[in-house]
Antibody, heavy 119, light 107 residues
Framework: EVQLVESGGGLVQPGGSLRLSCAASGFTFSSYEMNWVRQAPGKGLEWVSYISGSGTLVYYADSVKGRFTISRDNAKNSLFLQMDSLRAEDTALYYC????????????WGQGTLVTVSS | DIQMTQSPSSLSASVGDRVTITCRASQTILTYLSWYQQKPGKTPKLLIYAASSLQSGVPSRISGSGSGTDFTLTISSLQPEDFATYYCQQSFSTPRTFGQGTKVEIK
C-alpha cells in the first residue's frame, strides 16, 4: 500500500525557517517524480515544487522561488522541503504528492502537515 | 503560466441530477488534464487523468472529456458521496496549475 506521511510543520514567525519531510513507502520511491502542493485555510490547491526521480531536476512556483528548496533522499525513501524566509502567505497545509503516468497526474497524496506563519 | 478557469464556482444539485463542470485553459494543454475530488477535511483524490481516463476505483458515473483548451467533468447521476469540491489541473507545463475549484452542494 502506498503511503506518504508528512512531518515538520508547525508555528513559525515571519522570516523563520522550517523543514518539511515526507516518508514514502509501498512503492519504488526513486522511480517516481514527487511534488509539494499546498492549500491555505479555506482556499484552493496551489502547486509549490517538483523534483525528478533522481533529484537532478527541480521546479518551483514563482511565489516560493529563491526561498524554498526541494530535495530527496532515495536511500531513505524521503522527500524534503526546506522553507526559508517564511511569510504569512505561506500559511497552509502542505501535501506530499506522487506524480504518476504518462500524463503526470497526482495519484497519491499524503495527509498534509500544517505550516502557520505568524508573530 | 497557463491559467485554468473553472465554472461554475459552486452549484446546488439534487441526488440523481446530471452535473457538468467545465475547465478552460488559457492555452492548449492537449489532454494533459486531471480532475480531483476533495471532501471537507480530506485529501484530494484523483478521478480522471489524460482528460478522459477514469482512475482505478472511480465509479463509472463520473466521466471527463475535452482536449486543447476546453474540458468537462460530468457526473451522470449525482450520489450523496459526490458532494465535494472538484479541481481541474494541467500537467502540460510547469508550473502545474489548478483551477479555483467547483463546490457541489446539496440542493
Amino acid at each position: 500500500e502506498v503511503q506518504l506521511v508528512e512531518s515538520g510543520g508547525g508555528l513559525v514567525q515571519p522570516g523563520g525557517s522550517l523543514r518539511l519531510s515526507c516518508a514514502a513507502s509501498g512503492f519504488t520511491f526513486s522511480s517516481y517524480e514527487m511534488n509539494w502542493v499546498r492549500q491555505a485555510p479555506g482556499k484552493g490547491l496551489e502547486w509549490v515544487s517538483y523534483i525528478s526521480g533522481s533529484g537532478t531536476l527541480v521546479y518551483y512556483a514563482d511565489s516560493v522561488k529563491g526561498r524554498f528548496t526541494i530535495s530527496r533522499d532515495n536511500a531513505k525513501n524521503s522527500l524534503f522541503l526546506q522553507m526559508d524566509s517564511l511569510r504569512a502567505e505561506d500559511t497552509a497545509l502542505y501535501y506530499c504528492v506522487r506524480e504518476w503516468g504518462s500524463y503526470d497526474s497526482f495519484d497519491y497524496w499524503g495527509q498534509g502537515t500544517l505550516v502557520t506563519v505568524s508573530s | 503560466d497557463i491559467q485554468m478557469t473553472q465554472s461554475p464556482s459552486s452549484l446546488s444539485a439534487s441526488v440523481g441530477d446530471r452535473v457538468t463542470i467545465t475547465c478552460r485553459a488559457s492555452q492548449t494543454i492537449l489532454t494533459y488534464l486531471s480532475w480531483y475530488q476533495q471532501k471537507p477535511g480530506k485529501t484530494p483524490k484523483l478521478l480522471i487523468y489524460a482528460a478522459s481516463s477514469l482512475q482505478s476505483g472511480v465509479p463509472s458515473r463520473i466521466s471527463g472529456s475535452g482536449s486543447g483548451t476546453d474540458f468537462t467533468l460530468t457526473i451522470s447521476s449525482l450520489q450523496p458521496e459526490d458532494f465535494a469540491t472538484y479541481y481541474c489541473q494541467q500537467s502540460f507545463s510547469t508550473p502545474r496549475t489548478f483551477g479555483q475549484g467547483t463546490k457541489v452542494e446539496i440542493k
